[in-house]
């Protein structure tokens, strides 16, 4: 979920704009003194209090719910904990006649999670590698190069593309993008790089790593660019008029004035499309094939951490299995915070004290 | 510096800038191409899949062809209206807290903060959140668990766009208000919250929008179903949920109905999309969010 907030000293630069009002906020937040006086002598002292309580209970609710997640989790993992511990990350089993690893038997108790761990991360890193560079360069053309006249319809596609549901971009990637890999990507791939030993046809269904990677791509391209696109938005036009006076072409206009600026936010930006992917369930589940292995292939089947949730929740009848599953979400939901926290302060850093001159 | 030296490097410059244009454009057009593909394609298989049956029919046995997902329509109103009584209210109290009562306070920065980081909370985690809160107490899956997982989807979007709809509000606006002798809280709901209404309404579409197509949280809450049902306390169809199982089942006719399934959910998203966008273009709203 994109929600893509414009920083707040760019919001309140917009209200004095439009509102014709000084601007307020953080930093000038003081209630006038006339205000305070009219306050004060109200004669609704008890319905305030309690409207006011009210609001403050709506907004502890968020806090409320996020621990109640968090503790929901935890009790529901315990078993899973006590069981394994921390080895459940790291841990393998061989089997015993072919001496070759297992990682995922929920029928033997066999449990290990670093095949979604790797399917996960393997998967969201296909993804960056993907969407950065694009979504960076999409960002540069929005701001920098396109005719105005563009600038809001393509602003709207990329909008669009960030509200289309994951499981749209699934049934998509099963009935298009799956036989385009299967049919013409991937034959192509495994003759011209075939030797990195990346890229081997030991699996002709089109399904696997390198395809989640690539629809994930597209899930959050839109979150990369519109977040990029943000922090280059509050640098200050006078960085690139200082730039350009020097005689800078337009390229080092960006990358001297634009880019450097606002490459923390950028980071940040990649960030938070980064905590997309880790979470993404519907589209990777149905293209990455779901099988609890670990290849050196891009193009094998594999699963994550989030499809084998989806896949196997409901048919988990052993309670040990059930928790193994619960522990796998706590570490997904531990993981994202971390990474979504991280991002948020990485954006804010940037547009907190921008004197932005929004375009 | 010779003059050779200059013109090389002065060329070279050129043409880095002139690369550097190229690529930006290719990457805009490398973007714009799977929306237009997806949305083409959709667009596409859905309308040629999408007939009358389709909103009045529950779905056929496999197999047999015909059917249509009546049933999931009306889940997934049912679904969406549990949510909104949930998410609606607590994120539009959450947004009035931010704006009027906690500008600038450490507490509201934590409560802005949290919204951003329950919104990352991949909603798989959610479900299953939901899942061992509500469902493993009440022994069974239910229309309700799934509506509480997608409405507590909904409050941080719905709580940080009513805050930046309601910093858009003038002050002098709620200050006139006092200035007649309205109590604060007349002054907040039926003031501020009202100048600011349309703005907080597609808000709240956007999260309806939203959490319409969400999937993974109610794989263990809603569950799904092939029949009628509109208890609270069963299990229940919904559209994306029904979209899934039919996009991963081999019959093609389930193929059809997934398609005609993604159609209409992407028509109700597109318009609150761009309701939101007509919103925040025009009046006090400009420029919002």
Not at chain 1, 13 to 25: C, E, R, V
Request: glycine share 10%.
């Amino acid at each position: 979920m994109p929600e893509i907030h414009i920083s707040q000293p760019q919001l309140e630069q917009k209200s004095a704009i439009h509102g014709g009002h000084p601007p307020a906020g953080p930093d000038a937040s003081e209630i006038s003194a006339v205000r305070k006086f009219l306050l004060s002598r109200g004669n609704s002292a008890v319905v305030d209090r309690g409207f006011y309580w009210l609001m403050v209970l709506c907004a502890l609710s968020i806090f409320g719910i996020v621990a109640l997640i968090a503790w929901r989790l935890v009790v529901s993992s315990e078993l899973a904990w006590s069981k394994f511990g921390l080895s459940f990350f790291y841990r393998a089993f061989t089997d015993p006649d072919t001496h070759q690893f297992i990682f995922w038997d929920p029928v033997n108790g066999h449990f290990s999670a670093i095949p979604f761990v790797f399917g996960t991360l393997l998967s969201s890193f296909l993804a960056l590698l993907m969407a950065v560079p694009l979504a960076v360069g999409l960002a540069i053309f929005l701001t920098e190069m396109c005719p105005r006249a563009l600038r809001g319809p393509l602003a709207f596609l990329t909008e669009l593309l960030a509200a289309i549901p994951s499981v749209i971009f699934g049934l998509w990637a099963v009935f298009v993008l799956v036989p385009l890999m299967r049919g013409h990507v991937n034959p192509l791939l495994i003759k011209v790089l075939g030797w990195t030993g990346l890229f081997s046809d030991d699996n002709p269904t089109g399904l696997g790593f390198l395809t989640a990677g690539v629809i994930l791509a597209i899930m959050i391209l839109p979150i990369i660019s519109s977040l990029t696109r943000e922090v280059m938005t509050a640098v200050p036009q006078s960085q690139r008029e200082a730039v350009l006076a020097l005689g800078a072409t337009r390229w080092e206009m960006i990358r001297m004035g634009v880019l450097r600026n606002a490459r923390i936010g950028i980071v940040g930006g990649i960030m938070l499309g980064l905590g997309r992917a880790l979470g993404e369930t519907m589209a990777v589940t149905m293209v990455i094939g779901n099988t609890p292995e670990i290849h050196r292939s891009l193009l094998s089947n594999g699963s994550s951490m989030a499809a084998v949730i989806a896949n196997e929740f409901t048919e988990a009848v052993d309670d040990v299995h059930v928790s193994a599953l619960i522990e796998i979400a706590l570490a997904l939901f531990v993981v994202t915070i971390i990474v979504n926290a991280l991002a948020r302060l990485l954006v804010w850093a940037v547009t907190r004290g921008a004197p932005s001159q929004a375009r | 510096m010779k003059l050779e030296t200059y013109k090389f490097r002065s060329r070279m410059r050129a043409l880095t800038d002139g690369a550097v244009t190229a690529m930006a454009i290719l990457a805009t057009v490398l973007v714009v191409a799977p929306l237009v593909a997806i949305f083409g394609y959709l667009v596409f298989k859905g309308a040629s899949s999408l007939n009358l049956a389709f909103f009045t029919h529950v779905p056929k046995p496999p197999g047999e062809t015909g059917g249509g997902m009546a049933n999931a329509i009306l889940g997934s109103g049912i679904l969406l209206a549990v949510a909104s009584s949930i998410g609606v209210p607590i994120g539009i109290g959450g947004g009035i807290y931010l704006a009027e009562f906690g500008r600038g306070t450490k507490l509201a920065n934590a409560v802005r903060f949290t919204a951003d980081v329950l919104n990352g909370v991949p909603s798989i985690v959610m479900g299953l959140a939901i899942y061992s809160l509500v469902v493993v107490p009440q022994k069974h899956f239910s229309a309700f668990s799934g509506g509480v997982a997608l409405g507590i989807m909904m409050i941080p979007t719905v709580c940080r766009t009513t805050e930046e709809m309601l910093l858009m509000v003038p002050h002098a606006v709620r200050e006139a208000a006092l200035g007649l002798g309205v109590p604060n809280w007349r002054s907040v709901l039926s003031i501020t919250v009202k100048t600011a209404s349309p703005g907080i309404i597609t808000g709240c579409m956007l999260a309806f929008a939203r959490v319409a197509g969400e999937t993974a949280p109610l794989i263990f809450t809603a569950l799904g179903n092939q029949y009628w049902s509109s208890s609270l306390n069963q299990p229940i169809a919904a559209l994306p949920l029904q979209i899934y199982v039919y996009a991963i089942s081999p019959y093609d006719d389930w193929h059809r109905l997934a398609w005609a399934g993604a159609l209409v959910l992407i028509v109700l998203i597109v318009l609150a999309v761009s309701l939101v966008r007509y919103v925040t273009s025009r009046g006090v709203l400009k420029g919002a969010s």
